[in-house]
């Protein structure tokens, strides 16, 4: 079977953000980037599935500026086939990017389509949503398990209060959570030879999406500040305090 | 603009979390309505009802929406949904996974987990792990939205005499089914209701050693939580874990033991009335956001603390 994984570049999980001064936007130009946490585990899997035998193709695809390269190369460095990058200047939603999604889909008719549960700068959690509206293909969202067998994908999925399992028929849409999988790293040669894998690169115009923003940002902050707090010596002061002051035990 | 709220439910009662998104939907202003699809789920219909503040109940009662599958019950909402202005749930587990089908539905851009209503347009909303507050204007003509419930006080479960209307919709996609779930069993508050909570983290050392925050929580009635780093590590089954990525919590007290602070944790708890750390190393991040810190051995701060509540 074919799968289609997208990846997006964010700025890496280990940089803490902060608002510009004015408030316009997230100071984030010199930052360091990587593939978002949850697109290595989606990448990661569909490798695995490769090497049981199960996946005969990865296709990665990403959308964003020119840089997205980069995370499309490191995902063909963790075994993808191809990549396809969708670039544009524009700020791209959840929606914009499921529509993408959507009109690739229709192209490439991939049986599985695995995203990440959520990016860790938007936060959103709905492009693998609003692509399975759009398709019409069924969702297993945050997937901790994915079993496939007789044209179903059975996913185990992690909800408030323990785990439910769905069996989903095929094509489908998985996104994943953080206990799926342990991603590889990339080695030397890998990476090497994901320079020569395809790479081809077309516009929203080209699949007819129009991509415009429909949520506008205002501003940005930080959030509210928290008082200093105090450093307390024993337990017993610790109690007395949680008692008397804060009044909250 | 009428305000349809989808409803947290386990077929027989409402979840609390129903109640905070209805708190929510009332500073928009508007006749607020409720829908509860599941099945076998006239109990969960007439508790809707009894809320303070509704004015309808909508009940779709069908095997279809039975573990409130994701393709069936957006199909639904986005089907009941295009007569109101707004579309809430709660940000839970069940929110995220239909909402966003549902706006892509109706094409609307889906707005997650907001924090505040600054006014009919615009919310807050926290992004970057909670490291920035987000100030966002919609344009859609129905907005359809998650709310993070820990933002908002919850409202009245009774007190509400709302009239109960049966939809006859039935949407079976089939394309999914429900093959099972496993639970985590406990008598402790649950994480993101509870009023005091308490996490271990890698500290703890082993999922045994839980024992000592299982003993201190239960003298105080708490919610035991857990760090990604403890979870990963086996100690305790993952839907303890409270941070981005796991579960928000915004109790009136916050105990993190052997928790060091990273971002990831910080986003999840942050807004908890009052922080208390308790680390043997004096230079964790935790230390920065603790409103009372105490370095030590939680080995022996654990057992202490205990006997002193």
Known sequence: MKILVAVKRVVDYNVKVRPKADGSDVDIDNAKKAINPFCEIAVEEAVRLKEKGIASEIVVVSMGTKQSQEQIRTAMALGADRGILVETDVELQPLAVSKCLQKLVEKENPELVILGKQSIDGDNNQTGQMLGALTGMPQGTFASEVAIADGKVAVTREIDGGLQTVSLSLPAIVTTDLRLNEPRYATLPNIMKAKKKPLETISPDDLGVAVEPRVKTLKVEPPATREAGVKVGSVAELVEKLKNEAKVI | ?309
């Open chain 2, 1 to 309: 603009m009428s305000i349809l709220v989808v409803a947290e439910h386990d077929n027989g009662s409402i979840k609390g979390a129903t109640l905070n998104t209805i708190a929510a939907a009332q500073k928009l202003g508007g006749d607020i309505d409720v829908l509860v699809a599941g099945s076998d789920c006239q109990g969960a219909a007439q508790a809707a009802a009894s809320i303070a503040g509704v004015a309808k109940v909508k009940v779709a009662d069908n095997a279809a929406y039975g573990h409130q599958l994701a393709e069936n019950t957006a199909k639904l909402i986005a089907e009941v949904g295009k007569e109101y202005g707004y579309i809430l749930a709660p940000a839970t587990t069940t929110g995220k996974n239909v909402m966003p089908r549902a706006g892509a539905l109706l094409d609307v851009q889906p707005i997650s987990d907001i924090i505040a209503v600054e006014s009919e347009n615009v919310f807050k909303r926290p992004i970057y792990a909670g490291n920035v507050i987000a100030t966002v204007e919609s344009s859609d003509a129905i907005k359809v939205i998650t709310v993070r419930t820990t933002a908002f006080d919850p409202v009245a479960a009774e007190g509400g005499s709302a009239e109960v209307v049966t939809l006859d919709a039935a949407h079976d996609e089939g394309k999914s089914s429900f093959v099972g779930e496993e639970l985590a069993e406990s008598d402790r508050p649950e994480l993101t209701a509870a009023d005091i909570v308490i996490s271990g983290g890698r500290g703890m050392q082993n999922g045994d050693n839980f024992e000592l925050l299982y003993k201190v929580a239960d003298k105080l009635g708490a919610a035991v939580g857990a760090s990604r780093a403890a979870v990963d590590a086996g100690f305790v089954p993952n839907d303890m874990q409270v941070g981005q990525t796991g579960k928000i919590v915004a109790p009136n007290l916050y105990v993190a033991v052997g928790i060091s602070g990273a971002i990831q944790h910080l986003a999840g708890m942050k807004d908890s009335k009052t922080i208390v750390a308790i680390n043997k190393d004096e230079e964790a991040p935790i230390f920065q956001v603790a409103d009372y810190g105490l370095v030590a051995d939680l080995f022996e701060a654990l057992p202490e603390l205990e006997q002193s509540v």
